[in-house]
């Protein structure tokens, strides 16, 4: 045992001071985070309401104070502009001016743009500033830079080669953070809104996300809707504490909604294709409501029960949003409580009647192909809005004759989708990449012909 102390010992005088050695000659990069820009301008991304109107408005916010804990940015929807200074040192902390090589980047959270654009930029003598694009960013954010290769795309099942750097003959995979810049924490409401007029996902699928938060670490979650609504005037749950409500069970998981969510604007520009608007300027629905997979039935939870706080994986099933491998804590649990109240939170909950307008359906003389299936069209952002929301139909006419289109047998039937055949839209087959004739083609026309 005393010669193997010994051994160290002698080790370590021989390597006292010195450094140990790496490939390459950079030994770790500093990352500053200069701003953060609406997309392709410089105009500061805006921050919460409640910030903005301490100052007296968006454009008074004091630029060192945009971004911090107390004013964090608004969740962008889409992209935001990041300019980020990098700058490599040796292995004992100097400036090495003689470094160039291209540089990768990554955003913990967030993601980066679609192409190799702003994963990686070039670095010369030592030195590189460059504006990144970045989307999907909430919570507590840092750039990360490194000296590594960029992160690969994949399109069509292939390597995206084109805007790929030419690679030096050696890495040292050192690598730098950012100071940390906050944004808003997420909502039911903020992971539920697209990004663009496209309802069929999330834009946080993939990511592991808290909504919500316990009063255990130092204040509840407050709403902010952002702008005013349409009629000029702040919305009544603008700064409200986030209010998480049991609105349903099943026997693999449960429903929520947040009560406070903010209103959100309808888009009625010619982009978003609606036909017909809503009166008041708002959609019907929040999008804060949400599904929670718990893989089996939520023992000690009951319908009326709040929440403070949920946590899961988001993910897309069925054409839904969902949180997976979930973990919630209670507020409230209302079975404790005298039976008179057990319905006390559930009598919060806003209950939407679907009608031809939700349905995205208008009185036009040639009805869209959509029209004959409610919500079908993928920019109906009116009824996902009401997604796993309490919603009421009225004056419902059920069949009276029921086909069975299972023709062979084997207890499936194909789908259908929206599909163009030459510069029509019709129903048929969802396999858009494909030429081949649609297997099972007299069940799918069964299929068309009997729900339309």
């Not at 990041?82 to 160039?100: D, H, K, M, W, Y």
């Amino acid at each position: 045992m005393r010669r193997h102390a010994a051994l160290l010992l002698a080790f370590a005088a021989c390597t006292w001071g010195r450094p140990v050695s790496l490939p390459g000659e950079v030994g770790s990069l500093t990352v500053e985070l200069r701003g953060v820009y609406a997309a392709g301008t410089k105009t500061p991304h805006r921050v919460v309401t409640p910030c903005a109107q301490a100052h007296g408005g968006q454009a008074l916010v004091p630029a060192a104070l945009s971004g911090t804990p107390g004013c964090p940015f608004l969740i962008p929807r889409g992209e935001v502009d990041v300019e980020v200074a990098v700058r490599a040192l040796g292995r004992t902390g100097e400036p090495l001016e003689q470094f160039s090589a291209p540089i990768a980047f990554r955003t913990v959270p967030g993601d980066l743009a679609a192409d190799y654009s702003s994963r990686w930029a070039q670095m010369t003598n030592g030195e590189l500033v460059t504006t990144l694009k970045l989307k999907h960013l909430y919570g507590e954010m840092r750039v990360w830079a490194e000296d590594a290769p960029p992160q690969l795309l994949y399109v069509d099942g292939g390597l995206l080669q084109e805007g790929l750097p030419e690679e030096p003959g050696a890495r040292s995979y050192a690598t730098g953070a950012s100071q940390a810049v906050f944004f808003e924490e997420p909502t039911l409401a903020k992971i539920q809104l697209p990004d663009g007029y496209d309802n069929r996902t999330s834009p946080f699928v993939g990511q592991f996300m808290t909504l919500g938060r316990r009063p255990e670490s130092g204040s509840v979650q407050l709403q902010s809707c952002g702008d005013v609504g349409p009629d000029g005037q702040a919305q009544a749950t603008d700064g409200q504490p986030v209010t998480l409500v049991v609105t349903g069970m099943d026997p693999g998981g449960f429903f929520l909604t947040d009560v406070t969510a903010c209103r959100v604007k309808e888009d009625v520009s010619r982009d978003s294709q609606v036909r017909v608007p809503e009166p008041d300027g708002y959609l019907p629905g929040t999008f804060g409501s949400l599904y929670v997979y718990n893989y089996s039935y939520p023992d000690g939870l009951y319908q009326g029960d709040l929440l403070w706080a949920v946590s899961g994986a988001v993910q897309e099933f069925t054409g839904t949003t969902q949180l997976v491998f979930p973990a919630w804590s209670i507020r409230e649990r209302v079975h404790e409580l005298p039976v008179a109240e057990w319905k006390k939170n559930l009598d919060l909950v806003p209950v939407r009647d679907i009608t031809h307008r939700t349905c995205g359906i208008d009185d036009k003389l040639e009805p869209y192909i959509t029209d004959t299936l409610c919500g079908q069209n993928q920019r109906n952002l009116k009824l996902e809005s009401l997604e796993s929301s309490l919603v009421r139909l009225r004056d419902v006419r059920f069949p009276q004759v029921f086909t069975t289109c299972d023709r062979d047998g084997n207890a499936e039937v194909p789908f259908f989708c929206q599909t163009k055949v030459g510069s029509t839209w019709a129903w048929g087959d969802c396999d858009t990449e494909s030429d081949a004739p649609a297997p099972d083609a007299e069940e799918l026309q069964c299929n068309i012909d009997c729900v339309t």
